[in-house]
T-cell receptor
Framework: ETGVTQTPRHLVMGMTNKKSLKCEQHLGHNAMYWYKQSAKKPLELMFVYNFKEQTENNSVPSRFSPECPNSSHLFLHLHTLQPEDSALYLC?????????????FGQGTRLTVV | AQTVTQSQPEMSVQEAETVTLSCTYDTSESDYYLFWYKQPPSRQMILVIRQEAYKQQNATENRFSVNFQKAAKSFSLKISDSQLGDAAMYFCAYKVDRGSTLGRLYFGRGTQLTVWP
């Protein structure tokens, strides 16, 4: 499944750096998501964009800043991260309001903060 | 609060045999969706099977089937004729389309499945 593409696949950044994760979906979906996957923890929803409007922010620290310029693209801007932010960041999309309810995921960005 | 519990951190199965992965969930909703996702070493989360709560019939997808017990809030995955390519982390997930939780998936901690040749 290549409907959701994430770049980069791997990212190493220092705590003072600024970087961005990119996600693009080619499925015509109307909702996009950022999830964080840490070792030994369930996947955590970070942000939801539905019809380009942010509808949920699960108390994510302000050092993570999402941007959704259109329904096909989603960014996660990172700045002054902490080592505990090292994780796999997964982007997903879904078509809300339709019969299909599943989310489609990208391959993730493995982030290491040093 | 919605929670999803997978009580088996690891499972193993012999190739061609059958294995069942367990999942329970907690919800006060009557209409929701349940999913099993597979995450191989490539890290991509792949949908294996889904079940709508309003449907009594258990979903099946080729070698994969579920045992959905709504009253017990149980949603187990059965993999028949296991193949080496089935080795992966399997996640059970729940979703309700209502209000502020629109589109949100709640995941269990996962079950790591090993398939022995």
């Amino acid at each position: 499944e290549t409907g959701v593409t994430q770049t980069p696949r791997h990212l190493v950044m220092g705590m003072t750096n600024k970087k961005s994760l990119k996600c693009e979906q080619h499925l015509g979906h109307n909702a996009m998501y950022w999830y964080k996957q840490s070792a030994k923890k369930p996947l955590e929803l970070m942000f939801v964009y539905n019809f380009k409007e942010q509808t949920e922010n699960n108390s994510v620290p302000s050092r993570f800043s999402p941007e959704c310029p259109n329904s096909s693209h989603l960014f996660l801007h990172l700045h002054t991260l902490q080592p505990e932010d090292s994780a796999l960041y997964l982007c997903a999309s879904s078509q809300e309001g339709g019969r299909a309810r599943e989310a489609f995921f990208g391959q993730g960005t493995r982030l290491t903060v040093v | 609060a919605q929670t999803v519990t997978q009580s088996q951190p690891e499972m193993s199965v012999q190739e061609a045999e059958t294995v069942t992965l367990s999942c329970t969930y907690d919800t006060s909703e009557s209409d929701y969706y349940l999913f099993w996702y597979k995450q191989p070493p490539s890290r991509q989360m792949i949908l294996v099977i889904r079940q709508e709560a309003y449907k009594q019939q258990n979903a099946t997808e080729n070698r994969f089937s579920v045992n959905f017990q709504k009253a017990a809030k149980s949603f187990s995955l059965k993999i028949s004729d296991s193949q080496l390519g089935d080795a992966a982390m399997y996640f059970c997930a729940y979703k309700v389309d209502r209000g502020s939780t629109l589109g949100r998936l709640y995941f269990g901690r996962g079950t790591q499945l090993t398939v022995w040749p």
